[in-house]
């Protein structure tokens, strides 16, 4: 039998990523992804299951599939993608039934990846040049995303002393950039003026998105257990980002910021969520060493990564733009999946 992957957050653009990467490998038998929304990603072999937002179906699955793997792409980083409610029942409680269904009696599951973030971190004046895995925050959580994220890697540190036969990897993730994915950094460098918060010019490190894939598909082909920074090498002063992806920009008041990008907000060209300007004050730096030791080589650093995104940003502007967005109909699905009318030997077009 070959590995049996189950991947949370399948309609997120991490978990979409991933199954079609782990669809590649021969060595992956099966991939069930759960999500409260189809897959938002054409995949050939992956099997979607409707769950809710805290994942009650979890531990059905888990006994049903014999799944020896979990990927937990799915933590909201973004505090204003949704209430506090819901963030609260997809971060601390979803995450809550993955372990309880990971550490069940009789539980097939031997490895689980947790994509966090260096958000945890925190941002401040107070903060070291960079931030080791051992390191503490320098002050309390001040958003309610951050204390989000704080419990769940308290479960985290629980699940992992409770169940040593079990390899947990978290990832902290720090701010990523790419072509592919919407976040408020990437939204900020395509304005044609970018928010800067007016007498602060942070150091920031970036990763690029096909880096973060990579690293949780290298996380789940060996053992690597414990904590680790992801992040490109290097920081680079906010306003030479904006430099590199060729923009200017546009001092925003210390305090009040969000009434300032208050217009912006409303024509949806930028929301900046309060973490984010917390980082455009303060900057944060993270020491990736750790993971670089256990053999992890990263395709860009900082600064590549921002002129990759660029490049392609231009490139798609001068092509064209991207392809049209998939469609997830499951009775296509089954047809081409199941039917013995379907050619199999046929090559996709």
Known sequence: MGRRVLITGLSTFWGGRLAQALEADPDVEVIIGLDT???RVKLERTEYVRSDENYSILSRIVRATGVDTIAHTFLVVDSTQMSSKAMHEINVIGTMNLFAAASAAGSTVRRVVVKSTALVYGSSPNDPYWFRETDKRSGSARTRVERNL??????????ARDNPHVCLSLLRFCNVIGPGISTPICDALQLPLVPKVAGFDPRIQLVHEDDVVSALLYCLDRDLPGIFNVAGDGQVPWSEITALAGKRGIPMPSMGIQFATEPLRRLG???????LVDLLRYGRGVDNERFKEAGFRYAYTTAGAVEAFTQALRLRRTVGGR???YRYEEDVEQFFRHSPAVLRDVPPT
């Open 150 to 159: 704080l419990e769940v890697e308290s479960y985290v540190r629980d699940f």
């Open 323 to 325: 392809e049209p967005d």
């Open 37 to 39: 929304r189809e897959p």
């Open 269 to 275: 060209l930028v929301d900046l969520p309060p973490e």
